[in-house]
């Protein structure tokens, strides 16, 4: 599968992106989704993750309650939305698919990745 993430750009703290991340070449709902980043100078990290029906999701503590993930698979995408965004969120985000099972509590480790968008969030 490939995957094309989009929506970048940039905003002012408090604002909000939405990024979506499209595949092709199989059906997105074969996979679990995630949403990885990496910001200048820092290791990628987790954001968020979504089961494959879209029933369940996963958040990293650092924007649960700001960020949601969704999915439609009819349409093979899969999106971030992104309130009240702060400067320490400005990183390269990237969507990953993953093949495997889903687990409570842990990060997929994910098959396959998108090229990026960068958000940059200004002060």
């Known amino acids: 599968v490939q995957l094309q993430a989009s929506g970048g750009g940039l905003v002012q703290a408090g604002g909000s992106l939405r990024l979506s991340c499209a595949a092709s070449?199989?059906?997105?709902?074969?996979?679990?989704m995630a949403w990885f980043r990496q910001g200048p100078g820092k290791e990628r990290e987790f954001v968020a993750a979504?089961?494959?029906?879209?029933?369940?999701?996963r958040y990293a503590d650092s924007i649960r309650g700001r960020f949601t993930i969704s999915r439609d698979n009819a349409k093979n995408t899969v999106s971030l939305q992104m309130n009240s965004l702060k400067p320490e969120d400005t990183a390269v985000y990237l969507c990953?698919?993953?093949?495997?099972?889903?687990?409570?509590?842990?990060?997929?480790?994910?098959?396959?990745w998108g090229q990026g968008t960068l958000v940059t969030v200004s002060s």
């Open positions: 990953a698919a993953d093949s495997g099972l889903w687990y409570k509590d842990y990060v997929p480790p994910c098959d396959y």
């Open positions: 070449g199989r059906p997105l709902s074969s996979y679990i």
């Open positions: 979504i089961t494959r029906s879209g029933g369940s999701t």
